[in-house]
């Protein structure tokens, strides 16, 4: 405190006023700053901003120089007029088409009222575009995920992802109907070939797993604050994944015949990819992943077009799974052979 400035005597009503208006005011403030500020100590802080958020201000944290601030999520008093150009609309409405990869959730919902606050500030000579603007886009799903199940969930798991409260959920394990609990740190939503899938610290299993958002069951969102760590990047999670999947990496090697070799050149699979092509159009894909049921799944996709060449031990679990998908379907049509004589 500076010497010759008067101590602040606030009560709690007064130190909310204080601490609503400072972050009104000021761009971001650490606990230490609005502790000073109200001459008390960080935990007094802390039950200061769990109740301003009670009162139903949205506050966000995010590390500056080293240091936790907090700040509101939202000034929409300091926001101004927002104007688009119709090629703005039509990026705008491609987003919205997307959307419908998250049918049954309050994610939909929230983006519907978005467009529609949208549509009541556009200026009228833009409202003869819109119908046409909405059709520019289509995207055609397919194996779609049912989150009905997890919807009554979300408007909770939402609340602790923005405010960064630590939840108890009941999750169904993979493969059977029992559910078991996990204690959880919710740090970031990911998306994924139309899954919606929650990265979180758990602690009662030791370290950071991902939940499929369909199979929670359950959530109960605790008043306990977590710290996301400094510096926590989720893409790194992924890096070394084909897919969500992390194990071993490997160096892999698929070669892919003439006849889908475009289907393989035009994209950019891994990074740092690198393809050949040999004389007679064959396409040779390496790349360094994580991931082998994912790995097996998109190289069987191509069937006899492609052919693994390293590892070995990739290699050989493409071979049992085209061996045993051989034997399965030559046993079921001598088995509908033999029922063929009998009725004959």
């Keep these: 405190m500076q010497k010759g400035k008067p101590a602040k005597k606030y009560s709690q009503a007064g ?11 000021r761009r971001g403030m650490s606990l230490d700053d609005l502790a000073q500020e109200c001459d008390v100590d960080r935990r007094t802080i802390h039950r200061d901003l769990n109740a301003v958020e009670e009162a139903g201000y949205a506050l966000t944290s995010e ?63 833009y409202a003869a575009h819109l119908e046409r603007i909405a059709r520019v886009s289509l995207p055609l799903l397919h194996g779609a995920r049912d989150f009905s199940s997890a919807s009554t969930y979300m408007e909770g798991l939402q609340r602790a992802l923005l405010h960064q409260y630590r939840v108890r959920l009941e999750y169904a394990k993979k493969g059977k109907g029992a559910t078991g609990p996990y204690d959880v740190d919710p740090y970031t939503l990911v998306f994924h070939k139309g899954g919606i899938y929650l990265l979180g610290l758990a602690h009662n299993r030791t370290g950071m797993r991902l939940f ?17 760590p400094e510096g926590y990047q989720p893409e790194t999670h992924f890096e070394n994944a084909f897919g969500l999947v992390r194990d071993n990496t490997m160096k ?3 070669r892919f015949s003439p006849e889908v070799a475009h289907t393989i050149t035009e994209r950019t699979w891994r990074p740092g990819q690198l393809i050949t092509i040999d004389s007679e159009g064959r396409v040779t894909l390496e790349f ?4 082998e049921m994912e ?27 085209v061996r045993e998908m051989r034997d399965f379907y030559r046993n079921k049509d001598k088995k509908a052979d033999k029922g063929t004589k009998r009725h004959a």
């Design 288 to 291: 360094d992943a994580a991931g």
């Design 15 to 25: 130190r909310l006023h204080s601490i609503i208006r400072l972050l009104e005011v």
């Design 212 to 228: 499929a958002l369909e199979r929670i069951r359950g959530i109960e969102v605790t008043r306990q604050r977590f710290e996301i």
């Design 295 to 321: 790995l097996v799944a998109w190289i069987l996709s191509y069937g006899m077009h492609a052919e693994v060449l390293a590892p070995a031990e990739l290699r050989q679990e493409v071979k049992r799974q």
């Design 63 to 125: 590390w500056q120089d080293g240091k936790k601030v907090y700040s509101f999520l939202t000034k929409s008093r300091n926001i101004p007029p927002i104007t688009f150009t119709l090629n703005q609309l039509m990026s705008l409405y491609l987003l919205r088409s997307l959307s419908v990869h998250l049918a049954g959730t309050p994610f939909q919902a929230e983006m519907d009222d978005l467009f529609r606050n949208i549509t009541s500030v556009l200026p009228d000579r």
């Design 252 to 254: 892999v090697r698929v």
